[in-house]
């Protein structure tokens, strides 16, 4: 089986990528894909410093998501535009993910050869597109296959209805039909 890590660019439960993000991972369940849903915020990642991991090495927190990764086949992100790049807490924890593991091997290795699938959802037309162009370059410079499927979902806040599924079927299935590529994909090369 599959598995899949799922997570967000965003720190606010509730999100309109927490909610996008939500609607590709019960497709990549379709596919019969074991999706673990994570919340970055909650593991203890302070800001990125070399000074700090000289002094007092990687911390618990990181270790715990390089773990995380270690255990999936793929990653799934929904990834927020924060001023036409993706959102500090994201670039911080691939910095951190990409650190020395605990047995000296680079973390870098955990990223490369897993697939991903990007999405992203803004109030304005263009959805977020840019941070999922700046995202992938950097996950592909690490060595992630990233699926050309995507969606940048604009006019986000009124996408959605009160049970956080998209109003519009149509848009529905093809981000529904993203989440069941990245399984596919993760499977035939797992």
């Given at each position: 089986m599959?598995?899949?890590?799922?997570?967000s660019g965003?720190?606010?439960?509730?999100?309109?990528?927490?909610?996008?993000?939500?609607r590709?991972?019960?497709?990549?369940r379709?596919?019969?894909a074991?999706?673990?849903?994570?919340?970055?915020?909650?593991?203890?990642?302070p800001?990125?410093?070399?000074?700090?991991?000289q002094?007092r090495?990687?911390?618990d927190?990181?270790?715990?998501?390089?773990?995380a990764v270690?255990?999936?086949?793929a990653?799934?992100?929904a990834?927020?535009?924060?001023?036409?790049?993706y959102?500090?807490l994201?670039k911080?924890?691939i910095?951190w993910?990409?650190r020395?593991?605990a047995d000296?091997?680079?973390?870098?290795s955990?990223l490369s050869?897993?697939?991903a699938?990007?999405?992203?959802a803004?109030?304005?037309?263009?959805?977020?597109i840019?941070?999922q162009?700046?995202?992938?370059?950097v996950?592909?410079k690490l060595?992630?296959?990233?699926?050309?499927q995507s969606?940048a979902l604009?006019?986000?806040?009124?996408a959605?209805d009160?049970?956080g599924r998209?109003?519009d079927?149509v848009?529905?299935?093809v981000?529904?039909?993203?989440?069941?590529?990245?399984a596919?994909?993760?499977?035939?090369?797992?």
């Open positions: 599959v598995r899949i890590l799922a997570m965003s720190s606010r439960r509730g999100s309109v990528n927490q909610k996008l993000l939500d590709v991972a019960a497709g990549a379709d596919a019969d074991l999706v673990t849903a994570v919340r970055l915020v909650d593991y203890d990642m800001i990125y410093d070399g000074d700090l991991e002094e090495g990687v911390p927190g990181v270790r715990a998501f390089q773990a270690a255990e999936h086949d990653l799934l992100i990834t927020p535009e924060h001023n036409g790049g959102t500090a994201l911080n924890a910095d993910l990409s020395p593991l000296g091997r680079s973390g870098v955990l050869g897993k697939t699938a990007l999405v992203s803004s109030p304005g037309v263009l959805g977020g840019r941070s162009t700046a995202l992938r370059i996950l592909e060595g992630v296959i990233v699926l050309p969606m604009g006019g986000a806040y009124d959605f009160q049970d998209l109003k079927p848009t529905d299935g981000v529904r039909n993203i989440g069941r590529d990245l596919r994909l993760a499977g035939r090369l797992g």
